[in-house]
């Protein structure tokens, strides 16, 4: 804002300390506090900066459970994986694959001409690393979940632990704990 905008406001005013505050709230109080920088969370060993450039990962799945629509993503090393046949039983991933699945609440496009639900409201963003060197109690794999709160634009960490989703990955420990396979395309 240039100050000679702010000349008719300032002879308006008259109180010089007025005006002083006036320019204050002028040049700051429009100004929005700063964003989170999500970067910054971590989860015990696990940081979600290791996963900077999500946003630009190649899609690897869709679901839809009864209360969320997900997309999982995945970097460079975890579609190679895939594109090696994996997850598949007896094999392993290498380590430096991750995956990161993005969570919506869920809404019914009112104007398609067909019935179709599209992402509504962001509501987590959790993230998979495969490091057998820094996560050996759970075969090289540990797991995050973030919480995103609409009302602050913020991330926080859910629960105190990464590995709070290695027991339910469990289930596919022959496939080396992998659920999502890459379908076809």
Request: proline fraction near 5%; charged fraction near 25%; charge should be positive.
């Amino acid at each position: 804002m240039s100050h000679y905008s702010l000349i008719p406001v300032l002879k308006f005013l008259g109180s010089p300390t007025l005006a002083r505050v006036a320019v204050l709230f002028v040049m700051f109080g429009g100004v929005a506090i700063a964003a989170q920088d999500r970067y910054t969370l971590k989860l015990g060993k696990l940081e979600f900066a290791d996963f900077r450039g999500y946003e630009d990962w190649k899609n690897v799945a869709v679901s839809q459970t009864k209360k969320q629509m997900k997309v999982i993503v995945a970097n460079d090393v975890m579609m190679e994986a895939y594109k090696q046949g994996l997850p598949a039983k007896g094999k392993v991933f290498p380590d430096g694959v991750k995956i990161v699945k993005i969570e919506w609440s869920f809404k019914r496009n009112k104007v398609a001409p067909y019935f179709v639900n599209v992402p509504d409201a962001l509501q987590a963003v959790d993230v998979i690393e495969k490091d057998t060197k820094r996560f050996p109690d759970t075969h090289g794999w540990a797991y995050a979940n973030f919480l995103y709160d609409a009302a602050s634009d913020t991330f926080k960490p859910e629960g105190t632990e990464p590995n709070c989703g290695y027991a339910c990955h469990t289930v596919v420990a022959d496939q080396d704990y992998i659920y999502t396979r890459y379908p076809k395309h």
